[in-house]
């Protein structure tokens, strides 16, 4: 069955520090990804998002994600987290007819 | 222009009871879903509409759910009999075309507390 995994459930950092969340999915065709980001007391809100071209996207915030075709992953990081980034992290894989999140890893930065 | 609203934001009922929660999704867009957010888990996908039809119903868990569309742009999800089991945040989003690369835009969520 399609899946997505997210091996960090919860993450701490202190600030400045790097971050790097994992993301891989399991489907052999062609997929869609995303990271959404859940801000405390806020909505979901796209992060980023990769569907062609260039592997190596960038989203805001200065986050970017690489998808790698062969690892069927889609790792999302930053080379500097502030305390602002504490939040829920969702991977997400769309197909043409599924949409699958992962279960969510929670970044806590501590100031 | 404004968001993805849902309404009631809190919903408290007792076992056996009748729900509906209410989307209304962005002007203008054609697609809608529905996910399931349980506690530590990220949204589970219940069923999405292109229009006014569901396109994909396939992660509606039992016959006690069910959604409508019937303008094409504000959907209800209904649950009959609710349990316990059903409490958990019904998330709404809605995107311009179907799922694919396509953004989707959530609403804030509806809490549904089952007792």
Redesign the interface.
Known sequence: AQSVSQHNHHVILSEAASLELGCNYSYGGTVNLFWYVQYPGQHLQLLLKYFSGDPLVKGIKGFEAEFIKSKFSFNLRKPSVQWSDTAEYYCAVTTDDKIIFGKGTRLHILP | GA??SQTPSNKVTEKGKYVELRCDPISGHTAL?W?RQSL??????LI?FQGTGA??DSGLPNDRFFAVRPEGSVSTLKIQRTERGDSAVY?C?SSWEL???N??F????TRLTVL
């Not at chain 2, 530590?40 to 996908?45: A, K, L, S, T, Y």
């Not at chain 2, 959530?106 to 969520?109: L, R, S, V």
């Open positions: 968001g993805v879903y996910y530590g888990q990220g949204p589970e996908f999405y396109a994909d998330l989003a799922a694919g690369p953004e989707q959530f609403g804030p969520g």
